[in-house]
């Protein structure tokens, strides 16, 4: 492999530089990355869930100098308001609920104490959750840590700061930076490959290896190689998004919330320096000036820029990897940022890449596997979107009436109709989101079980009752004694408010 060109910057374009400058070196050639000066960040994925950790760690970064560095706060999991009906709410954690009892899974003890009446809340098992209703993190580095094997957590942060801050790790590591645009894309007439870039100061970009972040247009995996699209808006009908940043107010929450409106849902996101809100949005019900007149009445404090649109087709690409280009980000395919996977697939393909790195033959048979491996799992968290829409009851728009009603993925609908029978979840190879998340939006969404695990009977009833109180005690005083998230933030470096660019959302 003699050299790689990355095209487009962002938050995709940099993870990229910067994991490829740390794993390659100077062993396969130049890396480049052609960034346009006209062309600026989207900035819906600055909520992430805690794979992120392990991304950052395989850069060598310390969270502490990140979390100065972006701006960022804790995140311990999602908050859902209105979405399976109006006014009801529940939390979707990371980490596990409670511990695992005997021969069966904690949840299939509860759901018996839910048809004897006794059951109280599923969330009071969930460390994560309990702490983030109580606006505190735990910090092991500080005491008891046998609670930390079920805790875990993610960041919020300024995408634009977490690119800026990639881009002078990259360049530290001999990554060339290249402001300039791309004006065509020259083919190998033999096969079809890219075999250069042509810029807009006249000069002419050759590689072996081509990665495409130029976001929703996929300038080369579409522009160039017409890869095609595979259209989920069936599914998935929300087609357009608002975001506008406000002043921070209130205590700061360690965790992302999302609000069901009408045509749609509002994110909210808290960051040290401010708040990011947008409205994710379906325009065959409301309007964009109706939809930015909602979410600017739904903000916590004043504005800081103008609201600012994109329009998106859900779904992805026929192919992740072409030839001899991959695909990241929105160049990729899009998957509206309900659960913050946005960034994680990002991560994702430049695990498979460095998994699956090919010689300058680029055998079909590693793309095959590359592009096998990360279709499934975006079909999977695919089908996890899908059941927020799916398992509602609301009838009080037509958004949530056509979603309540509409056809499902086989494979959606097959776990639902499991997790119904008797409260197990299935699972699939290459799933993300695991039985814990699972549970959390099953049951959150008040899904429920026609019955419970039969092993369950085989306990004592008076031994479970104790089981379960005990590990609700131990929860809620360890939630209790933690720290608060600004305390928490404090300790882990807080910087004064920095100039960002308000526009990113």
Not at 159 to 183: D, T
Request: with cysteine; net charge neutral.
């Amino acid at each position: 492999m003699h050299g790689v060109a990355i095209l487009g910057g962002g938050t995709a374009g940099w993870m990229a530089a910067a994991i490829l400058a740390r794993r390659l070196g100077s062993g396969f050639g130049a890396i480049q990355v052609i960034e346009s000066p006209e062309i600026g960040t989207i900035g819906v994925g600055e909520a992430t869930i805690p794979p992120i950790r392990l991304f950052n760690q395989a850069l060598g970064i310390d969270e502490r100098d990140f979390l100065r560095k972006t701006q960022g706060t804790i995140k311990l999991g999602i908050e859902f308001k209105d979405w399976s009906r109006l006014g009801h709410d529940y939390f979707h954690p990371f980490g596990a609920h409670g511990v695992r009892l005997e021969q069966v899974s904690l949840h299939q003890d509860w759901l018996k104490l839910r048809r004897l009446r006794e059951e109280g809340s599923f969330e009071e098992y969930s460390l994560n959750t309990v702490a983030a209703r109580l606006g505190r993190v735990p910090d092991w580095s500080t005491g008891d840590d046998s609670l930390s094997p079920v805790f875990a957590h993610a960041f919020q942060f300024d995408a634009g700061l977490y690119a800026e801050y990639l881009r002078g790790y990259a360049q530290a590591r001999g990554v060339a930076r290249l402001e300039r645009k791309v004006v065509n894309v020259e083919l190998r007439s033999e096969d079809g490959f890219i075999r250069a870039l042509h810029l807009d100061d006249g000069q002419r970009l050759e590689a072996d290896l081509f990665i495409d972040c130029s976001g929703f247009r996929g300038l080369l995996i579409e522009g160039a190689l017409k890869t095609g699209y595979e259209d989920w808006t069936r599914w998935l009908p929300c087609d357009r998004a608002v975001a506008v940043p406000c002043e921070s107010a209130g205590a700061l929450t360690p965790f992302t919330r999302s609000t069901a409106r009408s045509a749609g849902w509002q994110w909210r996101i808290p960051l040290q320096h401010r708040i990011g809100n947008g409205y994710v949005y379906c325009s065959r019900f409301i309007s964009d000036d109706e939809a930015a007149a909602t979410l600017l009445a739904h903000l916590d404090g004043k504005p800081l820029a103008e609201p600012r649109f994109l329009r998106f087709t859900t779904g992805r690409r026929k192919k992740f990897w072409n030839k001899n280009c991959i695909a990241l980000g929105l160049a990729a395919g899009f998957l509206e940022p309900l659960e913050s996977t946005s960034i994680h697939l990002i991560q994702r393909g430049l695990t498979h890449l460095l998994n699956w790195f090919p010689d300058r033959t680029f055998a079909p048979v590693v793309a095959y596997e590359f592009n096998r491996i990360a279709i499934n799992e975006y079909e999977r968290i695919r089908d996890f979107i899908i059941l927020h829409y799916k398992a509602t009851a609301r009838e009080d728009a037509p958004l949530w009436s056509y979603c309540r009603k509409m056809a499902i993925p086989d494979t959606l609908a097959y776990k639902i109709r499991q997790f119904k029978s008797s409260g197990r979840v299935v699972k699939y190879g290459g799933d993300l989101f695991v039985t814990p998340n699972w549970l959390a939006v099953l049951m959150g969404q008040e899904i429920w079980p026609e019955r419970y695990d039969t092993l369950v009977d085989q306990r004592d009833a008076a031994e479970m009752h104790a089981d379960l109180r005990r590990i609700r005690a131990v929860i809620r005083r360890t939630a209790e004694a933690a720290p608060r998230h600004e305390e928490y933030i404090v300790s882990h470096g807080r910087v004064e408010a920095v100039e960002s660019d308000d526009a990113r959302g």
